[in-house]
Nanobody, 126 residues
Framework: QVHVVESGGGLVQAGGSLRLTCEAS????????MGWFRQAPGKEREFVAG????????GYSDSVKVRFTISRDNAKYTVYLQMNSLKPEDTAVYYC???????????????????WGQGTQVTVSS
């Protein structure tokens, strides 16, 4: 099992940047695919970005591609989401999730993931 805790959310103006951190603990984190999801009020939770265990393979939703970057430091058991050029529509609770998986696919389906954090609020003002 890999348990995760998010941090780094906050209030930022449109055009600004934030870096979210997901700290993992438990099993060998390099065996786990890690994803970031978000949920805005009244909307379903959606995939934002994902990264393979080695960090060599990443994927993004169309809405954040180019603006967001996911990365990981397995030595620190940490996954990051660098968010640039933030927009008001990026406002949501952001969640980190893990799935034990070493294949080539980017895991997009929320139901695939095994462990979730409690979320961190990101608010972008216009």
């Amino acid at each position: 099992q890999v348990h995760v805790v998010e941090s780094g959310g906050g209030l930022v103006q449109a055009g600004g940047s934030l870096r979210l951190t997901c700290e993992a603990s438990g099993d060998t984190v390099s065996s786990y695919f890690m994803g970031w999801f978000r949920q805005a009020p009244g909307k379903e939770r959606e995939f934002v970005a994902g990264i393979s265990g080695s960090g060599s393979n990443t994927g993004y939703s169309d809405s954040v591609k180019v603006r967001f970057t996911i990365s990981r430091d397995n030595a620190k058991y940490t996954v990051y989401l660098q968010m640039n050029s933030l927009k008001p529509e990026d406002t949501a609770v952001y969640y980190c999730a893990s799935k034990k998986y070493s294949g080539p696919m980017i895991l997009l389906d929320i139901k695939t993931y095994e462990f979730w954090g409690q979320g961190t609020q990101v608010t972008v003002s216009s």
